[in-house]
């Protein structure tokens, strides 16, 4: 990932990573010097610097009465994130606590879901992130027809991440995979809690108890 990528990652704007970026290579400077080098809108630059501010990594001086801007030191960063986990630690225990009420409203609906849809990389991870809260140590998890899909690394990332999950729950995953993904989720195909075949025809869905997932 380079850097803008991931500063954008851990919450800058993309204005606020230019900026960033541009007062690291400027130095102490005026806005005007920032606005001629990210070729970034007046507004949008005052705007980028004050939320900068408030995050803690741009700070001024007033030098001839103009102010001047420049980036704090990049380890600042580091606490930026700490202060974020705190936030979302905070965050986390306020959600537990409501959790009741929410399932309560939700029963109260009256309404069984026969199915849903999931959509994108997210929604894939909630499917296999419910269907895991819902089994128990030894239990299989069976999927017909797997393939990686038109992003090879993505896929293979995601299942990467939810076999280490089952992993930690002793349960078992039995695979009949595409041909063509043979040379593909290796993470998986040699783990220990997995159990691999091979055809060639293309099928994607898993079962999991009484929950059938249909990937298209």
């Known amino acids: 990932m380079n850097i803008e990528n991931l500063l954008k990652s851990i919450g ?5 990573t230019i900026i960033y ?6 130095g102490s400077t005026s806005s005007g010097a920032i606005i001629k080098k990210t070729k970034i809108h007046t507004s949008k630059v005052y705007d980028g610097l004050e939320r900068l501010a408030e995050k803690g990594l741009v700070t001024h001086v007033i030098i001839a009465n103009t102010k001047h801007f420049h980036a704090v030191n990049p380890d600042r960063l580091i606490d930026f994130l700490d202060d974020k986990k705190k936030e979302i630690d ?3 225990t306020e959600i537990q606590a409501i959790l009741p009420q929410l399932k309560l409203k939700q029963s109260l609906s009256g309404k069984d879901t026969e199915a849903e849809i999931f959509r994108g ?3 894939m991870e909630t499917v ?3 269907g895991i809260k819902t089994m128990g140590k030894g239990d299989t998890w069976y999927v017909l027809g ?3 899909g038109e992003d090879i690394e993505r896929t293979d990332q995601l299942i990467t991440k939810i076999i280490k999950k089952c992993e930690l729950k002793k349960m078992n995953w039995k695979v009949i995979y595409n041909e063509s993904a043979r040379d593909t989720f290796k993470y998986e195909q040699a783990s220990s809690i997995t159990e691999n ?4 025809q293309e099928t994607p869905a898993t079962i999991n108890g009484n929950v059938l997932l249909k990937i298209l």
């Open 121 to 123: 990389w997210k929604g």
């Open 90 to 92: 905070a965050q986390e």
């Open 128 to 130: 296999f992130n419910e």
């Open 197 to 200: 075949r091979f055809l060639n």
């Open 21 to 26: 970026l541009a007062l690291l290579e400027l």
């Open 12 to 16: 800058l704007t993309k204005n606020e």
């Open 146 to 148: 797997a393939y990686a």
